[in-house]
C-alpha cells in the first residue's frame, strides 16, 4: 500500500442548529479504494463537502500531498487533482461525449472551439481507460452505465490523484458494475487513491481496501476490508444507544382490522413487488436507506406516479388508484418528504392550503364559504398549536413545523383516514419533532392509520407499530416492533443483492 | 374580514396603478387641451372594450403560469366569423354573436386541451392557434372584410350596448358600465370559487395542487376556456366599436391585454394577480394608445415611450420585490 | 368628374378602333383548345366571338389574368371588366386568382401555370411584386408578354412586363382635394392668421408607397388651391409628409393649416384616435381619410364626436377613399360629402386592351389610372356602382 497522499484531521463542521461533523479523521492513500460508509446523514456527504471546497470547514486541517490546503471551490480541487464523480450524473445530454468531457476548458483554434482535437483526446482517454465510447456520439443515447464511465474518464482526466466516488453504482446494472470495477482496478495500478461512497455491503468487500466508518457526524474507526465481516461494519455503523424511549412493543391489538392492503405493487425499478397490510390505528414504519425506494412506493400507491400492476384494497375492497384525486377520495392523505414542492401552495394562506383538498365542504352553492373556511383553519391552527398570527398569513412566511402542521391540517380537514408521512421531522427543529410525533400519536388513536417513510432510525424505533425494511426497490422485511432492533433493520436495508 | 385583509395587501400595487393612470390622465391634459374633454374620455373606453375583455380573460391563464397569445388573432378571427354569417348568410345579429362567443370558447377549450391535457407548453401551443385562427376567419368567409351593421342600421342595434347615443345627440358610455359588471364578477370567480382558488393554486405549485386531489388537468383547462369565452367577447365588443374588420389583423392586440395584466400586477410567472388590477392595468396602455397622438408625438416615439412606461411600470414591481 | 370618366372610355372606345384596323389575323394566332376556357365563366366573350355587333371583331387571343384575390368584391369588379373587354374584341381570357391575398405561394403556382399554358400575354395583379420577379423571368424567357395591372412590379426583370396599368395615386389624392375645396372654400377665405382653419388628413402608414402618393397628392393639390386662393399654407404633423411638401410656411404665419396623422400601427383604433385628435380641434373644418382603413377611422371618431357634416356651416366635411358598407353609408346619410375609388373594373378592362394591342405588335405604354370620385348622386351609376365593394 502505497504513501499517504491525503489526511483530514479534526474537521469540524456545524449547520444552524446541526452540528454535522464533529471532528473528524480521515487518511486516505495511494493506489488504494478507501470504503467510507455509515448511515443516513452520518456526515460522508458533508466531509467530502468541506474537502472539495463546497463548504468551508469551522476547524482542522487538510493535508495534501504534504502541504496544508484549503480549497475554495471545486474548480480548484479539480485543479489541485482532487475530483467527485456523483451519484447523479451532471452530463449535458444534448451534447456529445466530447464536448462534455471538455465542457468549461474547450480547445480551442483561434475563437473557434476546435472540435476535432476534443475528440482525439476524448478517444485517447477512453483508449487508456480501456473503454468503449464513441467521443462523437450524443451523451443522452449512452446507457447509464456508459454514462458513469463518462463521469470517470472525465475525472481521470483532469489529472486526479484522488477521485471521490459518491454512490457510483446506485444506477448501474451488475454487468455495468463489472466494467466500472475494472477501470477502479486500472486506476489503482496506476497509483490514484479512490474514495468510494457506497451502502453496497458486497461492493465494499470487492473491491475496496480499507473501511473508515462515520456515525452521526464522528469518526467511529478504520477497518481492513479483508480482515472484517459485514456484522463487524454495521455494529460500528449503528453502534449506539437509543436513548429516545423507543417503542417496545406494538399498540395496535392483534384484530385490529386491515384499513389498506397492498399487493404485488410494480412501479419502475424503485418498487418492486411490493406487499403489505396497514392496520387500523397502526403507524407503520418503513425504514430503508436512501434509494430503497420506499417514497416510489408511497407514491405509486397514492397515484402519484404511475404504477405497472399491483392490486389495492381499502378495507376490504379492491379500489382503482390511477391518480391523486382517486387517493384522496379513497381517503388517503400523502405528507410529502419535499414539503416546498410537493406540500404546500406557499403564496396562499393558511386557510387556503388547509381547505385546498376538501372544497367541497366548503362550498355555498359555486361561491366558497370563506368564513366557513376560516372556522375550520382556527381549529386547526389551535389544535396543531400551529405558529402562525392567523390563518390569512401565507404559508411561505411560516417555519418549517409550522408549514408541516398545514399540511397535516389539510388532511385532517379531508378526514383522511390513512396518512402517508414521508420524512416527518426533515428540517424540523427539535422541539417541533416532538409535537409531530405526539400528534402522529394522538391520530392513531383516534382511529387513523400512518405509513410513515423516516430515514432516522430513532424515528422508526419510536414511532413505529411494525416495520417494513425496504432495500434497491424490494421489501427485503417485515418486524414487529418487540422484535426490531438496529443491527437488524440495518441488515435487511444492506442486503447483498443476489 | 378574511377578504379585507386580503385586499389591504393587494392594494398596493392596484393603488399605484391607479396612481399612474391618474396622473397620465392629468399629464396628457395639461399637454393637450383638446384631450380633456367629453369625446375623448369616452374614445379612450371606446378603445378599452375589447382589450379590457381580452386582459380579464387572458388574466386567468397568465395566473396559472401560462400565456394565450392566440386571444388577438382570435378576435379579430371570431367577428369574421360571426359578422359574415350575419352580412352574407342573413342570420339574426343575436346569433351571429352568440357564434363569435362560442367560437372563441372553442378555440378556448382546444388551447386547455393542448396545455393542460397533452402538456405542451403554452407559449407554444397558443402561438400556434394564434395562427390557426389567423387563417380561420379568412378561410371560412372567403378573405372578405366584414362590416357588421352600422349603429343607424336596424340590426346595428348591438352597438348600442358599448355606447349610447341618446335622442339629444348625447354619447352615453355605457359599454364601461358592463366592464364594471364584468370586473366584479371574475373578481369573484377568482377569488370566492373553486376554479379561481385552484387555478392560483396551480400557478404557485401544481404538484402540490395535483398531490392534494385536484383535478389539476380540468382546471388549468378551465383557464384556457376562460381566455377563449373572453376573447370571444372581446370580439363582439371590437366589432360593435369598429367600422370595418379585416381578414389578417389582430396579431399583436394580444400584447396590449397582456401587457396591461403585467402592468396591473398579475406575475409573468404564476400564483399571483387580480382582476382590479388586471382592469387598471389595461386603462395604462389605453390612455397611452389615445393620449400619446394627442400630446403630438409622432407615430414611431409612441410605440418607443410605449415600450418604455411598460418597463417602468414592471420595474416598480422587480424592484419592490428584492426589497 | 364624370367628364373624367367619359374621357377614359372614349379613350379606350379609340383604342378599340385602332385595334380593329390593326387587324391581326385571327387565324394564324393560338387559340386555346377552348377546355380551360370553358370552366371559366370569365370567357363568356367567348360565345361572342365572331359576332358583328362589336367593333372588335373576332382576334382570337387568348389571355391568362391572374387577380390578388379571386373571391373579394373588388377583384370580382376587375374580371367583370376583363369580360367587358374580351366582349369588345373577341378575344380569351381566363381569370384566376388565390383565396386570399396572403396567399403569395398560391399565386406564383397559378402565374407557372400560366406560363405553361403559352398564351398570347398575361395579365397580373401581384400580391407580393417581389416573389413574382422568378415567374416574371420565366415568362420573358418563354416570350410571353406580361401587364400589370392594379399594381406596379418595379423589379421586374427588363422587358418583361410592357405595360403597368394602375391607379395614378398622386392623382386620386389630387381628385379627394379638388371636390372637398368647393365645399370649404368659402371657410377658407375667410381664414386669417388669427382665425386659422384646419384640413386634417389621416394616412395609414408612411411607408407604402401608394399611400405615400395619395397623400402627398391631396396635400400638393390642396395647397396649390389655397394658395391661389390667396391664402398662407402650413403642413403640419407627420414628419414624412411635412418634409415632402413644398411653398409652405411656419404654423403661426399661416391661415390654412394642413394636419397630417400617422397611426403608429396600422390598426382601425389607432387609425380612429388619429382621426379623433384632428377632429377634436375646434379650427378644423375638413379631413380626409386617404384608404379605407383610415376613411372608417374617421367615422369611427365621429360616432363619439358627432361633427361630421354635409354642410360646411353645421360641421367638418369628410372624405374617404376605395369603398366598403361603412363608407358607403357615411355617403348615403350625410357624414361624407363622398369618396375616391379606384376602378379595379377599368383597371382590367384596360389590361385587356393593352393585352391585344401588344398581340397585334403595337406599342404599349404604362396607363396611369384616374380615381373616380363617387358621392350620394352616382353611386349607382353604371360606370361607378360595380367599383364600390362592400
Not at chain 1, 470487492?206 to 466508518?213: A, C, F, G, P, Q
Not at chain 2, 372567403?142 to 354619447?171: D, H, N, Y
Not at chain 2, 400557478?203 to 373572453?230: C, D, P, Q, W
Request: glycine content about 10%; proline content about 3%; overall charge negative.
Amino acid at each position: 500500500m502505497g504513501d499517504i497522499i491525503l489526511t483530514m484531521k479534526g474537521i469540524d463542521k456545524s449547520f444552524p442548529g446541526v452540528h454535522a461533523l464533529d471532528h473528524v479523521d480521515l487518511e486516505v492513500r495511494k493506489g488504494e479504494v478507501l470504503a467510507l460508509m455509515g448511515e443516513n446523514g452520518a456526515g460522508k456527504s458533508t466531509l467530502m463537502k468541506v474537502l472539495t471546497g463546497i463548504y468551508k470547514k469551522d476547524s482542522g486541517t487538510i493535508t495534501y500531498e504534504g502541504k496544508e490546503v484549503e480549497f475554495k471551490n471545486t474548480r480548484e480541487a479539480q485543479d489541485a487533482g482532487i475530483v467527485i464523480v456523483h451519484q447523479e450524473l451532471n452530463m449535458l445530454g444534448h451534447l456529445t461525449v466530447a464536448q462534455n468531457l471538455f465542457i468549461g476548458r474547450e480547445f480551442k483554434k483561434g475563437i473557434r472551439i476546435d472540435d476535432r482535437k476534443m475528440n482525439e483526446e476524448a478517444q485517447k482517454l477512453f483508449e487508456r481507460l480501456n473503454v468503449n465510447i464513441d467521443p462523437r456520439e450524443t451523451m443522452s443515447n449512452l446507457t447509464v452505465g456508459k454514462q458513469q464511465m463518462c463521469e470517470i474518464a472525465k475525472a481521470v482526466s483532469f489529472d486526479a490523484k484522488v477521485i471521490i466516488f459518491d454512490e457510483p453504482s446506485a444506477a448501474l446494472t451488475e454487468s455495468e458494475i463489472e466494467e466500472m470495477f475494472k477501470i477502479i482496478r486500472d486506476l489503482k495500478k496506476k497509483d490514484i487513491a479512490m474514495v468510494y461512497i457506497s451502502h453496497r455491503m458486497d461492493e465494499i468487500k470487492v473491491i475496496t481496501d480499507r473501511v473508515t466508518v462515520m456515525r452521526d457526524g464522528t469518526y467511529v474507526g478504520t477497518l481492513i476490508t479483508e480482515k472484517c465481516t459485514k456484522e463487524d461494519i454495521i455494529n460500528m455503523m449503528v453502534g449506539r444507544v437509543i436513548y429516545e424511549d423507543p417503542k417496545t412493543e406494538s399498540a395496535v391489538p392483534k384484530d385490529a382490522p386491515v384499513v389498506l392492503k397492498v399487493e404485488h405493487l410494480n412501479a419502475g425499478r424503485m418498487v418492486q413487488d411490493v406487499s403489505f397490510e396497514l392496520h387500523k390505528g397502526e403507524i407503520l414504519g418503513f425504514s430503508g436507506l436512501m434509494g430503497a425506494g420506499r417514497t416510489e412506493t408511497a407514491r405509486a400507491l397514492f397515484g402519484a406516479d404511475p404504477k405497472e400492476s399491483g392490486d389495492i384494497y381499502i378495507n376490504g375492497n379492491k379500489v382503482t388508484i390511477n391518480n391523486p384525486q382517486d387517493a384522496v377520495n379513497c381517503g388517503i392523505g400523502y405528507l410529502s418528504e419535499d414539503r416546498k414542492r410537493y406540500g404546500i401552495v406557499v403564496q396562499k394562506t393558511v386557510a387556503e392550503n388547509t381547505t385546498m383538498a376538501s372544497m367541497n365542504d366548503f362550498m355555498n352553492g359555486i361561491f366558497i364559504n370563506k368564513n366557513k373556511e376560516k372556522e375550520v383553519a382556527d381549529k386547526y391552527v389551535e389544535a396543531l398549536a400551529t405558529k402562525t398570527p392567523d390563518v390569512d398569513q401565507l404559508v411561505v412566511n411560516l417555519s418549517g413545523g409550522n408549514q408541516q402542521k398545514v399540511v397535516i391540517a389539510k388532511w385532517l380537514t379531508r378526514n383522511s383516514d390513512i396518512l402517508i408521512f414521508d420524512e416527518p421531522t426533515r428540517g424540523i427543529d427539535v422541539g417541533a419533532k416532538n409535537e409531530i410525533y405526539k400528534l402522529m400519536n394522538r391520530l392513531v388513536a383516534e382511529g387513523k392509520s400512518i405509513i410513515m417513510i423516516s430515514s432516522e432510525m430513532t424515528e422508526i424505533l419510536r414511532m413505529s407499530d411494525r416495520i417494513v425494511v425496504m432495500c434497491e426497490g424490494k421489501k427485503t422485511g417485515e418486524l414487529d416492533i418487540s422484535e426490531a432492533k438496529q443491527e437488524t433493520i440495518m441488515n435487511l436495508a444492506t442486503r447483498e443483492i443476489e | 374580514m378574511a377578504n379585507k385583509k386580503a385586499f389591504g395587501k393587494l392594494k398596493g400595487r392596484e393603488a399605484m396603478v391607479l396612481g399612474i393612470v391618474i396622473a397620465m390622465v392629468v399629464l396628457f391634459s395639461i399637454l393637450s387641451p383638446t384631450f380633456r374633454s367629453y369625446p375623448t374620455f369616452v374614445s379612450v373606453l371606446d378603445n378599452s372594450y375589447y382589450i379590457t375583455l381580452m386582459a380579464l380573460g387572458v388574466t386567468f391563464p397568465l395566473i396559472t403560469g401560462g400565456v394565450d397569445l392566440s386571444i388577438g388573432t382570435g378576435l379579430v378571427s371570431y367577428a369574421l366569423i360571426g359578422g359574415y354569417l350575419v352580412v352574407h348568410k342573413g342570420v339574426p345579429i343575436g346569433v351571429g354573436i352568440l357564434v363569435c362567443i362560442l367560437v372563441g370558447l372553442l378555440i378556448g377549450v382546444f388551447n386547455g386541451v393542448l396545455v393542460a391535457v397533452m402538456d405542451l407548453p403554452p407559449f407554444l401551443a397558443t402561438l400556434c392557434t394564434c395562427m390557426i385562427t389567423r387563417g380561420l376567419g379568412p378561410a371560412l368567409c372567403s378573405s372578405m372584410g366584414v362590416s357588421w351593421p352600422s349603429a343607424l342600421s336596424e340590426q346595428g342595434a348591438f352597438r348600442k350596448i358599448f355606447k349610447f347615443t341618446s335622442a339629444s345627440g348625447t354619447v352615453i358610455p355605457i359599454g364601461i358600465v358592463f366592464m364594471i359588471v364584468l370586473v366584479v364578477i371574475m373578481s369573484f370567480v377568482l377569488d370566492h370559487t373553486r376554479v379561481g382558488r385552484y387555478i392560483l393554486a396551480i400557478g404557485s405549485n401544481k404538484e402540490a395542487t395535483r398531490l392534494a386531489g385536484v383535478n389539476v388537468k380540468f382546471y388549468h383547462m378551465m383557464a384556457y376556456m376562460i381566455s377563449g369565452l373572453f376573447a370571444g367577447m372581446a370580439g363582439v365588443a371590437y366589432a360593435a366599436t369598429y367600422a370595418t374588420i379585416y381578414p389578417g389583423s389582430g396579431a399583436g392586440f394580444e400584447l396590449d391585454a397582456i401587457g396591461g395584466a403585467i402592468v396591473g400586477g398579475v406575475s409573468a410567472s404564476g400564483g399571483v394577480g387580480t382582476i382590479l388590477g388586471t382592469f387598471l392595468g389595461v386603462f395604462v396602455i389605453c390612455l397611452m394608445k389615445v393620449g400619446l397622438p394627442f400630446i403630438g408625438l409622432q407615430a414611431n416615439w409612441q410605440q418607443i415611450f410605449t415600450g418604455i412606461v411598460l418597463i417602468a411600470a414592471v420595474l416598480v414591481d422587480v424592484v419592490k420585490k428584492k426589497k | 368628374m364624370k367628364k373624367k370618366v367619359l374621357a377614359v372610355l372614349l379613350s379606350a372606345a379609340m383604342v378599340m378602333s385602332l385595334a380593329a384596323c390593326g387587324g391581326g389575323g385571327g387565324g394564324d394566332a393560338k387559340t386555346d383548345d377552348g377546355g380551360s376556357a370553358a370552366d371559366s365563366g370569365t370567357t363568356a366573350a367567348d360565345d361572342n366571338a365572331g359576332s358583328d355587333d362589336s367593333a372588335g371583331g373576332d382576334k382570337g387571343y387568348s389571355f391568362e389574368i391572374i387577380v390578388k384575390s379571386f373571391q373579394s368584391t373588388y377583384w370580382q369588379a376587375a374580371v367583370q371588366g376583363i369580360e367587358q373587354a374580351c366582349g369588345e374584341l373577341g378575344v380569351k381570357a381566363n381569370s384566376n386568382g388565390p383565396a386570399n391575398e396572403s396567399d403569395i405561394a398560391d399565386q406564383i403556382t397559378m402565374i407557372n401555370d400560366a406560363i405553361e399554358k403559352k398564351p398570347d400575354g398575361i395579365g397580373l395583379a401581384a400580391c407580393d411584386t417581389k416573389s413574382v420577379v422568378d415567374s416574371l423571368q420565366k415568362a420573358l424567357e418563354a416570350g410571353i408578354p406580361v401587364v400589370c395591372f392594379d399594381t406596379g412590379v418595379d423589379e421586374a426583370p427588363e422587358g418583361s412586363v410592357y405595360a403597368t396599368v394602375a391607379t395614378d395615386n398622386e392623382a386620386a389624392g389630387a381628385v379627394a382635394a379638388e371636390n372637398m375645396f368647393p365645399v370649404i372654400e368659402e371657410k377658407i377665405k375667410a381664414a386669417t392668421t388669427d382665425k386659422k382653419v384646419r384640413i386634417g388628413e389621416v394616412n395609414q402608414d408612411a411607408t407604402a408607397l401608394n399611400i405615400q402618393q395619395r397623400g402627398k397628392g391631396f396635400i400638393n393639390k390642396m395647397l396649390e388651391l389655397c394658395t391661389d386662393a390667396g391664402k398662407k399654407v402650413a403642413v403640419v404633423g407627420n414628419e414624412y409628409y411635412v418634409n415632402a411638401t413644398e411653398g409652405t410656411v411656419a404654423e403661426g404665419e399661416a391661415e390654412v393649416i394642413i394636419e397630417v396623422g400617422v397611426p403608429a400601427q396600422t390598426t382601425v383604433d389607432l387609425a380612429s384616435t388619429e382621426a379623433q385628435k384632428i377632429m377634436s380641434k375646434d379650427d378644423t373644418i375638413a379631413i380626409f381619410g386617404s384608404n379605407q382603413t383610415t376613411a372608417e377611422g374617421v367615422i369611427t371618431a365621429n360616432q363619439t364626436l358627432n361633427k361630421l357634416a354635409a354642410d360646411p356651416a353645421e360641421g367638418i366635411i369628410g372624405v374617404g377613399f376605395d369603398a366598403g358598407t361603412p363608407q358607403k353609408e357615411a355617403i348615403t346619410n350625410g357624414q361624407f360629402i363622398g369618396s375616391v375609388t379606384q376602378s379595379p373594373l377599368m383597371m382590367g378592362y384596360e389590361c385587356i386592351y393593352t393585352l391585344t394591342d401588344i398581340a397585334d405588335g403595337k406599342d404599349v405604354s404604362d396607363l396611369p389610372m384616374d380615381g373616380y370620385w363617387y358621392n350620394k348622386d352616382n353611386m349607382e351609376a353604371e360606370d361607378i356602382a360595380p367599383n364600390l365593394y362592400d
